[in-house]
T-cell receptor, first 113, second 115 residues
Framework: DQQVKQNSPSLSVQEGRISILNCDYT??????FLWYKKYPAEGPTFLIS?????DKNEDGRFTVFLNKSAKHLSLHIVPSQPGDSAVYFC????????????FGKGTRLSVIA | DTGVSQDPRHKITKRGQNVTFRCDPI?????LYWYRQTLGQGPEFLTY????????KSRLLSDRFSAERPKGSFSTLEIQRTEQGDSAMYLC?????????????FGEGSRLTVL
């Protein structure tokens, strides 16, 4: 049973527009969420995180929104750039750093120039 | 380079052979994780260590899989009697226990192909 779900395998966006990547989770014990980016032939790299005490966290062009009641989070990238083209993974844990991260299947983002 | 390093980057083996992967974590990190990633899937947790203690190993895929971290520094992941279904990317990650972010730092992975 997948505890972290990314239902869109792929997304294409024009350069300069907003990219919105979605993630749903089923385990109500999760209270810490992270987004990772992965380029081909490289390991995943950390992008941004949010804890359950917040509903929004921003870092430059990247913003993560958390809706605990809906068990849903989203990553917004504005403006999207061709270098953002990668696979994005949503991950969750019960307590920050205390349990192994559980990952979704990923969404492949293509930003078209 | 002070990141997580994994060796070898690629391994091709015949079914039935044993393979071993090595991971060197970031030096000050006391936690080390092994994940597996297959095509179209996200990283799947296998096992992790805090220092030399293996805190969770029930998620190892079968008794053919084993991992060690004998001195609390580098770790090895061994797969005995490999099967074609073991073909995957094996990812190692490290972190600092008690860190505020819970962020894992990943290596570039070891890709296994079983013929």
């Amino acid at each position: 049973d997948q505890q972290v779900k990314q239902n869109s395998p792929s997304l294409s966006v024009q350069e300069g527009r907003i990219s919105i990547l979605n993630c749903d989770y089923t385990n109500s014990m999760f209270d810490y969420f992270l987004w990772y980016k992965k380029y081909p032939a490289e390991g995943p790299t950390f992008l941004i995180s949010i804890s359950s005490i917040k509903d929004k966290n921003e870092d430059g062009r990247f913003t993560v929104f958390l809706n605990k009641s809906a068990k849903h989070l989203s990553l917004h990238i504005v403006p999207s750039q061709p270098g953002d083209s990668a696979v994005y993974f949503c991950a969750a844990s019960v307590y920050p750093g205390n349990t192994p991260l559980v990952f979704g299947k990923g969404t492949r983002l293509s930003v078209i120039a | 380079d002070t990141g997580v390093s994994q060796d070898p980057r690629h391994k091709i083996t015949k079914r039935g052979q044993n393979v071993t992967f090595r991971c060197d974590p970031i030096s000050e990190h006391n936690r080390l994780y092994w994940y597996r990633q297959t095509l179209g899937q996200g990283p799947e947790f296998l096992t992790y260590f805090q220092n030399e203690a293996q805190l969770e190993k029930s998620r190892l895929l079968s008794d053919r899989f084993s991992a060690e971290r004998p001195k609390g520094s580098f770790s090895t992941l061994e797969i005995q009697r490999t099967e074609q279904g073991d073909s995957a990317m094996y990812l190692c990650a490290s972190s600092l226990a008690g860190g505020q972010t819970g962020e894992l730092f990943f290596g570039e992975g070891s890709r296994l192909t079983v013929l």
